[in-house]
T-cell receptor
Framework: AQKVTQAQTEISVVEKEDVTLDCVYETRDTTYYLFWYKQPPSGELVFLIR??????QNEISGRYSWNFQKSTSSFNFTITASQVVDSAVYFC???????????????FGRGTQLTVWP | DGGITQSPKYLFRKEGQNVTLSCEQN?????MYWYRQDPGQGLRLIYYSQIVNDFQKGDIAEGYSVSREKKESFPLTVTSAQKNPTAFYLCASSLGTSGSWNEQFFGPGTRLTVL
């Protein structure tokens, strides 16, 4: 079973629109970490945010914001006033803290391709 | 500058040949990882290493091999046993699995094409 589900395969918006990328995760651990990465056309993954399971405060960084809700096992990512440079594939990932030999690995969702049109 | 380097960026291989992808990091990270990315599949873990001279299989290790003789290097060999090796390969590293935070830093990737 997928530990991280990104149901939106592709999203297209026009510049200046707001867009939300969904992420739903599954874990039995009480301590875990959630991540978002951006993959521009160049291919290298760029780290955006890390959140631990005990911190449910939403976070805002410029035009980016993240909504973490343990009750629904979701960690959604919103881009406000999108720009063409936001076009990329965005990955949500989960790291489980208490998993013995698999400690430290990331489980990635399949990614959401965001295209922002001028 | 600290970071992760992967070489080459593009690699072409004839069917039946083994090929080794390079990954080097100067971040003094203990843990290193290899992922494979196919269109629509996201990233899948091939192998990872938590410490020098030790490594574990990920989800799709068949047809691949690795070594970890030095802390900064984690080469991946794609063997002729790998049935469908054409893909984008990403190497990553992180401070260590014992830390509270497990942010992984990624290299620029190697695109392997089997002819």
């Amino acid at each position: 079973a997928q530990k991280v589900t990104q149901a939106q395969t592709e999203i297209s918006v026009v510049e200046k629109e707001d867009v939300t990328l969904d992420c739903v995760y599954e874990t039995r651990d009480t301590t875990y970490y959630l991540f978002w990465y951006k993959q521009p056309p160049s291919g290298e993954l760029v780290f955006l945010i890390r959140r631990n399971s005990f911190d449910e405060q939403n976070e805002i960084s410029g035009r980016y914001s993240w909504n973490f809700q343990k009750s629904t096992s979701s960690f959604n990512f919103t881009i406000t006033a999108s720009q063409v440079v936001d076009s990329a594939v965005y990955f949500c990932a989960l790291s489980e803290r208490n998993r013995g030999s698999t400690l430290g690995r990331l489980y990635f969702g399949r990614g959401t391709q965001l295209t922002v049109w001028p | 500058d600290g970071g992760i380097t992967q070489s080459p960026k593009y690699l072409f291989r004839k069917e039946g040949q083994n090929v080794t992808l390079s990954c080097e990091q100067n971040l003094n990270h203990d843990a290193m990882y290899w992922y494979r990315q196919d269109p629509g599949q996201g990233l899948r873990l091939i192998y990872y290493s938590q410490i020098v001279n030790d490594f574990q299989k990920g989800d799709i290790a068949e047809g691949y091999s690795v070594s970890r003789e030095k802390k900064e290097s984690f080469p991946l060999t794609v063997t002729s046993a790998q049935k469908n090796p054409t893909a984008f390969y990403l190497c990553a590293s992180s401070l260590g699995t014992s830390g509270s935070w497990n942010e992984q830093f990624f290299g620029p990737g190697t695109r392997l094409t089997v002819l």
